[in-house]
């Protein structure tokens, strides 16, 4: 950190960052942050589908001769990656900051993804998936940090809840690929599966150009003693706006927050905030992530023996079946999402978990009575899901925005983790082993286990709907104060859309307000639930 832009630490400044990013229209320059942060999710659906469906070609002896459990192993190891990435970029995202994030973690995926189409055996390749899942893990931390900060709060909800959904778009893709990829009559077996490696890291490269045009977080800059820089970076980002068409109001004084330079938080730290000052907002996002992943996974990754176990598909058909699925969870968070900004987000949450919940039990009696086909049950999850994936995008929203600037990509790389322990491992192997055997397979056992994936879900909602917080239109200091937000008892008054910075005194040394000693070292205020 420069000497220039830093504070003295307990030493109070005013900014209008917040306030002057939040009041901007939508303009070109959005659309940039959205497509150059947005691929993160469709890499990883992308990833996602291309392994499944590379499975079966890597125990051809053409390939690498793997073995079935070696196959189901590789999937593990990148949802391994993907938790350790998170927990570590996620610290790194909060210390380092956005921009620096974003960056090196793309670079890994890309190189990591690009060797695992260059390995010769099976360890080669699970150290490509590991090291690749780490850097999509560290993309969900920084980038949704850094989508939360830059977007206006007026399209906070629809851009997060969109840009989380955009992870079927890469479902899509990675099934459309695989259709011509592995497919032996056009590729040769040898070189179709080592191509798939390829489509993700060349989408990144077209992305990482773009995301050199993305500026830093001022509000990152702004809480990490770099006021002066924080401004500055508005002002090139207000000059961009101007150009391509947007107007600026102005920006009153009295919505400037006071910052002081605040340390790196520590373990400890961040233990005292999520339990004990933000208690009720981490059960709130501990039950969200967890409750919609349950039902997520558990119905995503059985839903192929389904298909095979009670109604006779060859894997051919099932990987047809995967379109119209895929579709109806890309439909729902892009069509719902404004909907958490004009309804709000207690309202919407409810409301979409609800609704999947109450589709899902609707479907487990229809699917023990014997009445659905395979058509008709792929059309009920398609509804099902419509609701649940805009549920579960939100949830990533909720807790990338209810907690403090300085430690949020920490707490979405917390959540995220226990996300995807909790469904990528509880669940899948749950529904597995509620899937009947035999020409008439028994129905019972996955029946009660749709039942308890529509509780889970519904349970989701209720603690949303009174837990939930309110942050539709709010700015992200007004849902989670800063930690290093003061209030000092005479704030420097300033005029215009930039806050005159502090004057000098004779010899030139800069004067900046001082805490009372009542109020140095205060705790973020405990929020309401």
Known sequence: MSTEHALDEGRAIPSLVPARMDRLPWTRFHWMIVVGLGVSWILDGLEIQLVSLVGNVLKEPQTLGLSTQQVG????????????????????????????????????????????????????????RFVAGMGIGGEYAAINSAIDELIPSKYRGRVDIGVNGTY???????????????????????????????????????????????????????????????????????????????????VTDDEAINVVDYPPVTYREIARVMLRDYRSRSFLGFSMMVTQAFLYNAIFFTYALVLNTYFGLDDSSIALYFFPFAIGNLAGPLLLGHLFDTIGRRKMILATYSISAVVLFIT?????????????????????????????????????????????GQAISFFFAISQLTGGVVAPFLFASLIGEGENPARGPLTVGYIIGACVMLIGGLIAWFFGVDAEGQSLENVAKPLSARETASSTRFQGTRPRLPSTDAQGRRITPVLPPDQQGEKPEKPSA
Not at 81 to 108: M, P, Q
Not at 178 to 185: E, Q, R, T, Y
Not at 191 to 216: A, D, K, Q, S, T
Not at 379 to 401: D, I, K, Q
């Open 73 to 128: 192993l590789l999937a593990s190891i990148y949802l391994a990656g993907e938790v350790v990435g998170a927990l570590v970029f996620g610290r790194l995202t909060d210390k380092w900051g956005r921009r620096s994030l974003f960056i090196i973690t793309l670079l890994v995926y890309l190189i990591a993804s690009g060797a695992a189409g260059l390995s010769w055996d099976f360890w080669s390749l699970a150290v490509c």
């Open 168 to 250: 079927w778009a890469g479902a899509l893709i990675g099934s459309a690929v695989g259709l011509v990829f592995l497919n032996d009559d056009l590729v040769p077996i040898e070189w179709g599966w080592r191509l798939c490696f390829l489509i993700g890291p060349v989408m990144g490269l077209m992305i990482i150009y773009l995301r050199r045009h993305i500026p830093e977080s001022p509000r990152w800059l702004m809480t990490h003693g770099r006021v002066e820089e924080a401004e500055a970076t508005v002002d090139r980002i207000e000059e961009t706006v101007r150009r391509q068409g947007g107007e600026l109001r102005e």
């Open 364 to 408: 487990a009696l229809l699917f023990n009575a014997g009445v659905l086909t395979a058509a008709t049950l792929t059309g009920l999850w398609c509804v099902v899901f419509f609701f649940a994936s805009a549920g579960a995008s939100s949830a990533y929203l909720t807790v990338s925005e209810i907690f403090p600037i300085e430690l949020r």
